[in-house]
């Protein structure tokens, strides 16, 4: 999709109430799910969310509990992208080794016996 249709849609979306960007929602699920290519590229909590969503538009409930559940749905969908990230940056950190430079130990004084002269 190029950037114009892009932001013509975002546009024409934002102008619409919640409930009939719903029915728009559900139109571009039809043709998804005619048209759409098979592979999905949602996370496993972005398709948990679309599923809590579709369960509250079949049982009825207002915009304004939706649009509020969604907020914070997204929000935990935020959190929960930052841990992923910085796991994966811990991770790559682990595989090429620590930055920060190793504290020597310090050394031992040898062991062996000192004479001591006494005049």
């Not at 719903?22 to 759409?36: A, E, P, R």
């Amino acid at each position: 999709m190029n950037e114009i249709l892009r932001k013509e849609l975002w546009r024409k979306l934002e102008a619409l109430p919640d409930e009939k960007a719903y029915q728009v929602l559900d139109y571009i699920k039809f043709l998804d799910s005619k048209y759409g290519p098979t592979n999905d590229t949602a996370t496993g909590f972005q398709r948990f969310g679309e599923a809590v969503q579709d369960t509250l538009r079949q049982r009825r409930v207002p915009a304004s509990a939706l649009r509020e559940t969604m907020k914070v749905l997204g929000t935990a969908d935020r959190v929960l992208g930052a841990f992923k990230e910085a796991g994966r940056e811990f991770l790559a950190e682990l595989e090429v080794g620590s930055s920060e430079p190793a504290v020597p130990e310090e050394e031992n004084p040898p062991t062996s016996a000192r004479e001591i002269e006494v005049d």
